[in-house]
């Protein structure tokens, strides 16, 4: 990662704008603070955020350090991430990101998060253990291929091992005193 000036501050800064107005959404759907209006309002945000993205991705393929900066390109993931909607596109994403971090623009933890994300959403086991379902009753890890080894591959994309980032969120969740609101939502846990 570089310190320079991005290519396209310009772009940098609708990333920003659009991730923080897309979390500050989901932290009020999670909260059930949110009516059936204020929901379909949501979710037709999440699609112009998919489409805009899906733009960016076309022009400019993925969004990295380089053309936006460590902060956007942190933005784009998290959009990416939560294009839930799209198979196809979190697909195209995860490619796009791959080759973005094969190049040293972009976080190997961010494409093992989505990586898993797409997965999930395609209704296959997760490879690094990013994802989890929330209940009422707690966290649980949605399925993992070959869990005895899990720890080492989240080691080889720099995750921490899987009690310890099982236990970071049920702390998270129990120091937002939230976990009674949930009624059944998949996390991302946070890179």
């Not at 936006?68 to 959009?79: N, Y």
């Not at 994300?117 to 707690?138: M, Y």
């Not at 702390?171 to 998949?186: E, N």
Request: with cysteine; net charge negative; glycine share 4%.
């Amino acid at each position: 990662m570089t310190a320079a000036e991005p290519l396209r501050p310009d772009l940098a800064r609708e990333l920003i704008a659009r991730a923080a107005q897309s979390a500050a959404r989901r932290a009020r759907r999670v909260r059930n603070q949110l009516d059936a209006v204020q929901l379909g309002q949501d979710r037709h945000a999440d699609h112009a955020n998919t489409k805009v993205l899906r733009r960016v991705l076309a022009e400019d393929d993925w969004p990295g350090y380089r053309l936006v900066g460590a902060e956007a390109a942190r933005a784009a993931w998290s959009l990416a991430l939560h294009a839930d909607e799209d198979a196809s596109f979190q697909r195209a994403a995860t490619t796009l990101l791959e080759r973005a971090v094969q190049d040293s623009d972009a976080r190997v933890q961010h494409w093992a998060h989505l990586y898993d994300r797409t997965l999930v959403n395609c209704g296959h086991p997760q490879e690094f253990g990013t994802q989890q379902v929330v209940t009422a009753s707690g966290v649980e890890l949605c399925p993992v291929r070959a869990p005895d080894s899990l720890d080492q591959r989240r080691t080889s994309v720099g995750l921490s091992p899987i009690a310890a980032a099982l236990e970071a969120v049920r702390r998270r969740l129990a120091q937002d005193h939230q976990a009674d609101d949930f009624s059944t939502v998949v996390l991302a846990e946070v890179a």
